[in-house]
């Protein structure tokens, strides 16, 4: 790995959204300051943008910093912004596996995924994972369990249980779950993030934390045990406590990632603090992996309206982490 410039692959996602124009903008806005490549059909790229093919992630630093480096990747057909079309939902898995073996081959040190539409791909090749995520484990092979981090210069925050119903939440948690999760969040986030021991605030599941087990009793018969637990180990863990308060600026200097314990428990607070910025992050694989916080868009797409923020921040921190893992 170069030490001044470790290069990010940013797959084109559905071709349809907002992925190819992004990819534009975030050449634009970054410049020479992280070195990346788009791996993609450059029919799909807005018209007049300005790429240069290149033949390996290597030679991305050497494109002028106006110009989008291109790993050309051939799909079935053109693109229609905000049409999703199925015949290429097979290019847009390809590219993603591709983009996977080239890092695990130490082509490139990070991946960064733009937004796909699960149900396109289904419908289009029969994609049989519930997203990328699912799909990114399966390919970092047998026994990697992943963990999905939403993170802001403000605010990092992770659900123990994630794309579910909330009536299904108490029954999903497990002890297990709930360890493993907050051993890789606490694992990675040293290996990756360069933070030695990282302070851990973990949220009840009910309100006011159970309440002494007058609202609920998963916060003493579940999580509590499980905390003592890992404290015991060494680690630095606070809760489980009440998530109403754990998000102001004064709480949130306490602590370096929340751990919660639903979906919306951990996102509507990242996403009210920092929308634009949010980067989603996935813990527990092999490589690092970083995605921009927000779908194709599809409703905007062609119109050159759709903010770069995210992705912008999402290859930002995709080479920071390759550079922390790698010193």
């Not at 300005?50 to 050497?62: G, L, N, Y």
């Not at 291109?70 to 693109?79: C, E, G, I, Y």
């Not at 996977?100 to 937004?115: F, I, K, M, N």
């Not at 992770?158 to 299904?168: E, G, K, N, R, S």
Request: proline share 8%; aromatic share 4%; glycine share 8%.
């Amino acid at each position: 790995m170069s030490a001044a410039c470790p290069v990010a692959l940013l797959t084109c996602g559905d071709p349809s959204g907002i992925g190819p124009e992004l990819a534009v903008k975030a050449r634009a806005v970054l410049g020479a300051e992280v070195c990346f490549a788009w791996i993609g059909d450059p029919r799909h790229l807005p018209p007049g943008a300005e790429w240069q093919q290149i033949d390996t992630p290597r030679e991305a630093p050497d494109v002028a910093p106006g110009t989008l480096p291109v790993l050309p990747h051939s799909f079935t057909a053109k693109a229609a912004p905000g049409l999703p079309d199925p015949a290429n939902a097979q290019g847009v898995i390809d590219v993603i596996a591709r983009a996977v073996a080239l890092v695990q081959e130490g082509a490139a040190e990070a991946l960064c995924t733009a937004p796909i539409n699960k149900k396109v791909l289904q419908d289009g090749a029969g994609f049989a994972y519930p997203g990328h995520t699912e799909y990114l484990a399966a390919l970092a092979g047998e026994g990697a369990r992943s963990v999905m981090m939403l993170a802001s210069d403000q605010l990092r925050v992770v659900p123990v249980t994630i794309h579910i119903p909330l009536a299904d939440v108490p029954a999903a948690l497990s002890a297990e779950l709930l360890e493993e999760t907050i051993r890789i969040t606490s694992s990675d986030l040293s290996a990756r993030l360069g933070i030695a021991t990282p302070r851990i605030a973990v949220a009840g599941l009910n309100p006011h934390a159970g309440e002494g087990g007058k609202m609920g009793r998963e916060e003493i018969e579940l999580i509590t045990p499980v905390l003592d637990r890992l404290r015991a180990e060494g680690m630095r863990i606070n809760g489980p406590l009440s998530a109403d308060t754990m998000f102001h600026a004064a709480a949130r200097a306490r602590y370096d990632v929340a751990v919660c314990m639903y979906h919306d428990q951990a996102l509507i607070p990242i996403k009210t603090l920092d929308f634009d910025r949010g980067v989603n992050v996935t813990l527990g694989l092999p490589f690092v992996r970083t995605s921009p916080d927000h779908g194709t868009a599809y409703d905007i797409a062609g119109q050159g309206i759709a903010n770069p923020s995210s992705t912008v921040e999402a290859l930002r921190l995709a080479v920071r982490m390759a550079q922390a893992g790698a010193e």
